[in-house]
């Protein structure tokens, strides 16, 4: 497959979208207001029999990788479309990569790199028109699943492939997923793509695996922190010093945790943030040190705040807005509000408008860079690591190991909010902990004998021996031994990174799964994934016995958590859906016409809102937002339709919104 020119090719199909994405349905003309679930072919009655060469093995036979036989079938390189976003520029290559080899040894795949795309700054359904017009498609898409897709049939109904070639996959899904393997796209029952399981907490392993020690696998992963995943702020420790000469900077908080080996809440807490205004106020006083301090690198300014990474709002306004404002899981569109007891949007709200208002005069002040609000996420990522943004949040991490090869003399430690978890708008839902990132395999590009081949691929990283594959690496590697049948790794800088947390880039180099963060294999581009992170109980860490071993410095980046004083609360129900828009894109036509042009049209006026010059731009600009959304499908008739489908289709998750707090 070619590399696609992507916008080149937008010039030239610009004109012919709409009569793309029309050719790959299949509902009648002038039916464009039905909401009846589109029909597929299904491959039941043709699925066929023979087995691959890796197809007869039984897994749960194989200790590990290297005991599978050489694939002798047909070896596949495969293209990746990364469907959701644009812009990641955290593409590592592994320069000692033992988990790709290895998977093209025993299974005859591979993922191209240099093939493999991302949306380009598209959404996804001009993306998909492009394909459609073209016949261009690749051979996986990652979160890409579409109404659009689905009727014009170029997925693989994968609801019988599963159960025959996906046995062990298959059981964990029906143990730990069951809703969503019922449901299937749409309730349909039919299901489109294979779940990646990434996430390793606790509690989601101790449903997995009764005799988990929750005591050793927490040194793993702990509680959920106090308002969700990745609730803080990293912040660079030598300008915090100068603000809070009583805070701890990175290396304080690792000598403490050596020392005693645990932290209090009030080491945790130790920068007093309790309020919105706290936030505010902290960037305001962390500008006047910069100020008065003349603090530069490299002869270039600090800011203590970026409002943009040359991607979405998402990160801005849907993790450290809730964090500043102690929300979880909330966002600026589609939500269940407790007072109204109904469905509003968003972006629509006072008190959202009044906090977007907050973050444009941080902007004016000077408080947060202006050059951020037109920065590529690779530019972003070089001035973040160079010490140029004094704090990040969200998923846009420093890279530890980076800053200290470049001998900074400073380091960027969390500083989390001490703010009580807000329940009077939105309720927490509790779901099915299995999945999140998926993927589909395309008809056109993937035949069956192929795909039959990446699905064996795809189940065996979901055995202890693919667990083990990840977080260890293959036998044939010598990178560990076994001794007394508990393995240890005789690469010390892989044991250093992955059983004692010391940010020296092993496991990017192996390219081995890290439980950090809940990231897993493979870390390098492009990031396709299957299994359980980390390589769940077979994680080095929980393998180990850290009890007998003395603490290190690495192992305060875990410890060092507020779930552990502050778990977050949830709803006392587990949720089949929740009132998040993408929920409805695919069964209510407004919500799915405004989803198309939410990544190219919504979001850069509420870019241009954050980036207003002044009041009366900011007027204007929020307006414009506004009205581009109603013209687009998001009207109260909309919301009253994802309402109406919840309380049809999913009537005792509607009595759990109704009923609110317990």
Known sequence: MKKRKLIALLLVLVMILAACANATTTDPPGDSTSTDTPTTTTTTDDTPDTDTPAGPIDFATIDDSSDLPDWTGPQLSLTVWQGHGTGDASRVVSSNDVVSPEIARAFGITFDAETSFDNAGQDITSMIAIMAATRDFPHIGYNVIDADLIRGDVLYDLTDYIPQYMPNYYAMLKEFGPI???NGFNKTGRTYHIAMNTRNTADNMAQMYPQLDMQRYSQISPPTDRHGDLSWLNVRDDILKLMYPEAKTQAEIEALYVEQGFFTREDVYDVPLRSWDDVVQFFYDMKDVIDEHNITEDGRPVYPLFLNAGQDNWALLSWLNNAMSGMHQWNYFTYF???????LMGYEQDWFKEQMRVFNQMLRDGVASRAAMIESNEIFSE???NGEYATSYAWLLPDHARIAEAGKDWAFRKVYFDIEQDTSRNLVTQDEFWGGDRFSIFKDTVSEEELIQILTWADFMFTDAGMKLIAWGPRSAGLWEEVDGVRR???KELEDNLVFNVENGANERYNLGTTRFEYTYPLQWPKIYVGIAGGGIHAPRYVYDLSAVPRSPGGADIAFNTGI????????AVMGIDANIWNFTNVIPEFERFWEVRGTGFEPIMTRVLGAANDTEFERFYQEMIDFAALNGMTPEAYAAA?????????????????GWN
């Open 180 to 182: 969503q393997w019922e």
């Open 337 to 343: 509000d407790l007072q109204a007891k109904d469905i």
């Open 383 to 385: 001035k973040l690591n």
């Open 489 to 491: 790794f005789t690469n």
């Open 565 to 572: 004083f502050d778990p977050l609360k949830r709803a006392d």
């Open 643 to 659: 309402a109406k489908y919840i309380q049809d289709e999913f009537p005792d998750e509607w009595a759990v919104y109704q009923r």
